[in-house]
């Protein structure tokens, strides 16, 4: 039995999101290109010269945390498109899922789908079977400004406009 919890701690370990060396506040922005909502391919270089840009790791289209959250950042879009802010959320799923999931809540920005998992793992919010809800601003020379590793998703959007209004 002591095998077998040791076995279990270790695997928890190699898994976990460890913040040892990872992304932090003035990191460059790791570039990707993903398959986005609307049918088109998102290069994060492209959208550098429409900065600040919000990239939200969530779980999973459709159960609660990430519905709230979506919803979230949905009642408080006006104050994003006022700030110019581009806003991509991002999670495992499919794009047909990432469509269902806009369509039912009446999202009003596009989500990406990081199928291979390798958005997520360059931010360090990779995880197994889902992301980690972090969040991050990235201002247009690529760099990173702000990063949240303990998301509310009740308050997500609020705290990062006070957070994009001090930029």
Not at 18 to 25: P, R
Not at 135 to 158: A, C, E, W
Request: overall charge negative.
């Amino acid at each position: 039995m002591k095998r077998f919890v040791v076995f279990f701690a270790v695997l928890f370990v190699c898994f976990s999101n460890v913040q040892a060396d990872g992304l932090k506040i003035g990191s460059p922005a790791p570039d990707f290109t993903a398959p986005a909502s609307d049918g088109s391919q998102v290069h994060l270089a492209q959208w550098l010269d429409r900065a600040p840009i919000v990239i939200f790791f969530y779980p999973k289209d459709d159960i609660p945390d990430s519905a709230q959250e979506a919803c979230n950042f949905r009642d408080n879009f006006t104050g994003f498109r006022d700030m110019k802010v581009t806003v991509f959320g991002v999670s495992y799923d499919s794009i047909s899922s990432h469509k269902k999931f806009i369509m039912k809540y009446h999202l009003p920005f596009l989500l990406l789908s990081d199928l291979y998992h390798s958005i997520a793992k360059d931010y360090d919010a990779g995880g197994l079977l889902s992301p980690s809800q972090y969040t991050f601003i990235i201002d247009k020379h690529g760099t990173i400004v702000y990063i949240n590793r303990s998301v509310n998703p009740v308050t997500q959007s609020l705290e990062l406009q006070n957070a994009l209004a001090q930029l």
